[in-house]
């Protein structure tokens, strides 16, 4: 389309030689040298740009023989160039529904400006500059775009995006006999009086927020510690674990399953690390609940002093976020992807050794101190999370491929070289300046007598490592399980009930006065690499079911790991 456009240029001439530059800056010389009479002086000029052309030049002179006026009409005429639509995307097509994608016209130019966007996207359209749309199901989309700037030209643009089918989910296990409807109920029961008994609202709170109170079974036991204590990041990661992977085994069975999840990151982001804020606060403690005899009730949450975090939970986050945006979408009142990918950093940053590659145990830690800053935690080598984070966190894979060949170097060297007979590993491990290996720390490294041996932390050991072989398709620890689940049932007499809580790497119990869910769980995932282990499994789930071991009478951390060991050990664990 051409535009005209008329110049209206005054000039006074006297009498004389006068000077007109054109659009070449040439220049014409006329001559009135006749003063009684009126001149009318014609010009024509060309201009020889391809977005002006002169019609006409008309000067007239006038009045007495000594000035006269001149006034000139510029008639020019424009081109505008029709707009360009382009597309840019956040997510690259292929990727698996359900998924929420931000579609942006940022790109679109042209050459005065786009006042109109117009989007078409599986039967809806938009108008807005940014889009963001959730396709629910598999197939190629057509995403069409039209722009049109001020004179009403316009553009379209049409590119194809494909949205496949989830892969199949991945489980290499052996199933209990009961089979998969039997794992199922199961969880459903064990689900229901695990969250009626530990899961908490936080009073006065809004939007709501909820936490699990890991302390109500042992507030009035005469042994338990800081019984103002009400939770812990760890427990919260256990939390939003069970949710998002309830949501998915059977999103009728608990309507609010939802609304609770949300509250659980509300209740996250209101404590969030003092030193890493995009890492959780790992203890908080109540204003209602007496500190030594556990009397009270909950009025309100505070942080704890220190206020700190602990890797464990974090990373539990981080992957309960990835299921629900899986699950959910992250499109609606919480951005669950953005949530995780920023815990995920912050996990990287603030708890990953910067050249060790290895994971510390939490944002407290100096990377060079000489004390903690080569020191590990057997029960984070969580493998399946780590390669998830290499798969979700993009710009930073390369590093956490790294830091998960780190972690299994390290377990199979404690296996080959302190405990090649029971394959068990202590809760903490520290470097060796001398061999240049992780080795069992000392007594009481940070928590207790025991930290050198199998005890409280190593005990989730057996489900943590097995994961990465069921749903990740890796062997690298498998021949380190084998030796493990052979002890066990060696030890045990293939019995659960005789497993203790707590070893020596070379297998010694360290009390047979109790028996603790927390250590004979984690065994139901481990046991199940081994197709030939169907008895042990059957006995285990067994063991382990509400029936025999009710959840209303165990303990928080006995039951949480119990509940998440079979929904994993059930092929019910959601990999996003």
Avoid at 133 to 145: C, G, K, M, R, T
Avoid at 260 to 276: C, E, H, R, T
Avoid at 401 to 422: A, P, R
Wanted: proline fraction near 3%.
């Amino acid at each position: 389309m051409k535009m005209k456009i008329l110049l209206y240029i005054s000039v006074i001439f006297t009498v004389g030689c006068q000077s007109v530059t054109d659009s070449d800056d040439k220049v014409v010389e006329n001559d009135f040298s006749d003063t009684n009479t009126q001149s009318n002086v014609e010009t024509d000029t060309e201009s020889q740009t391809d977005t002006q052309d002169t019609l006409e030049t008309e000067t007239e002179t006038e009045g007495n023989n000594t000035q006269g006026a001149t006034e000139t009409v510029t008639e020019t005429e424009t081109e505008n160039f029709a707009p360009v639509a382009s597309i840019s995307v956040d997510t690259p097509s292929g990727e698996q529904a359900p998924v929420t994608v931000l579609f942006s016209a940022e790109y679109s130019t042209d050459d005065q400006a786009i006042v109109q966007y117009d989007w078409l996207i599986n039967g809806q359209s938009f108008s807005d500059e940014l889009v963001s749309y959730s396709f629910d199901e598999a197939q190629i989309y057509n995403i069409v775009l039209t722009v049109t700037d001020a004179a009403g030209e316009n553009n379209t643009i049409t590119i194809p995006f494909e949205v496949i089918n989830p892969e199949p989910q991945i489980f290499r296990g052996l199933l209990p006999t009961m089979g998969e409807q039997g794992v199922v109920d199961e969880i459903k029961t064990q689900y229901d009086a695990w969250k009626e008994k530990y899961l908490v609202t936080r009073p006065g709170i809004v939007p709501m927020q909820k936490f699990v109170w890991y302390k109500v079974d042992e507030r009035f036991e005469d042994w338990a510690d800081n019984k103002r204590a009400v939770t812990v990041s760890e427990a919260h990661g256990y939390g939003m674990l069970i949710l998002a992977n309830m949501a998915a085994i059977d999103d009728q069975h608990d309507t609010d399953v939802k609304s609770d999840f949300d509250a659980m990151v509300n209740y996250l982001n209101s404590f969030p690390s003092s030193i890493d804020s995009r890492l959780m606060s790992w203890m908080q403690w109540t204003d209602g609940i007496d500190k030594l005899t556990g009397e009270g009730s909950i009025t309100d949450v505070i942080d704890a002093a220190d206020g700190d975090s602990a890797i464990d939970g974090d990373m539990d986050i981080a992957y309960a976020l990835l299921i629900a945006d899986k699950i959910w979408g992250s499109d609606g009142a919480v951005d669950y992807k953005t949530k995780a990918l920023s815990v995920i950093h912050g996990i990287l940053e603030s708890t990953v050794h910067p050249t060790e590659n290895v994971l510390l145990l939490g944002d407290w830690v100096n990377p060079n101190s000489s004390t903690y800053g080569k020191a590990t935690r057997a029960s984070d080598f969580m493998l399946q999370h780590l390669r998830v984070f290499a798969k979700v966190d993009v710009e930073n894979s390369e590093r956490w491929l790294q830091v998960l060949e780190k972690t299994i170097d390290i377990y199979k060297n404690n296996v080959n070289n302190f405990s090649n007979n029971t394959g068990l590993v202590a809760d903490f491990l520290i470097h060796n300046s001398v061999s240049g290996q992780y080795e069992p720390s000392p007594a009481n490294f940070l928590e207790s007598d025991y930290d050198g041996d199998y005890y409280y932390n190593s005990a989730r050991v057996p489900w943590r490592l097995a994961m990465d072989y069921l749903y990740g398709d890796d062997d690298s620890v498998v021949n380190e399980l084998e030796i493990l689940n052979n002890w066990i049932r060696t030890d045990s007499g293939n019995d659960p009930e005789e497993i203790y809580p707590g070893y020596t790497l070379n297998g010694n119990k360290l009390d047979t006065s109790y028996i603790d869910l927390t250590f004979s769980a984690p065994f139901v995932v481990s046991a199940s690499i081994d197709l030939n282990n169907q008895q042990w499994v059957d006995d285990l789930w067994e063991h382990l079911s509400d029936q025999n071991n009710p959840v209303k009478y165990d303990f928080y951390f006995g039951n949480s790991i119990r509940l998440l060991s079979i929904i994993s050990a059930g092929g019910q664990w959601v990999v996003p």
